[in-house]
Nanobody, 122 residues
């Protein structure tokens, strides 16, 4: 079982990025997939999640309207589209999987990707 996060990089404020989380060894439609992020000197926080059963989505208030989570079940990949990026979005972004429902609590996630760095700076 493995999650591989990618797509991070350096972008100017107002710019966009698309993060990918490729899953292997399990099916996305049996697992909820979440994105968390950890900014320098801060605790890791939940950003968004897509549920296993119906693909329902949830977002943190800080990213609502700017980030969009989606999934390609056939390709076993979850995406996080980041738009209108702000310097405070700078963080390492992690994807995580759980057989339970979407949650903001890290301990409920069984599998984690290695993280991809997003830097928003002019």
């Amino acid at each position: 079982v493995q999650l591989q996060a990618s797509g991070g990089g350096l972008v100017q404020p107002g710019g966009s990025l698309r993060l990918s989380c490729a899953a292997s060894g399990f099916r996305l439609d049996y697992h909820a997939i979440a994105w968390f992020r950890q900014a320098p000197g801060k605790k890791r926080e939940a950003v968004s999640c897509i549920s296993a059963s119906d693909g329902g989505t949830v977002y943190a208030d800080s990213v609502k309207g700017r980030f969009t989570i989606s999934r390609d079940i056939a390709g076993n990949t979850v995406y996080l589209q980041l738009t209108n990026l702000k310097p405070e979005d700078t963080a390492v972004y992690y994807c995580a999987a759980t057989e339970s429902k979407c949650s903001d609590y890290e301990y409920q996630y069984d599998y984690w990707g290695q993280g991809t760095l997003v830097t928003v700076s002019s």
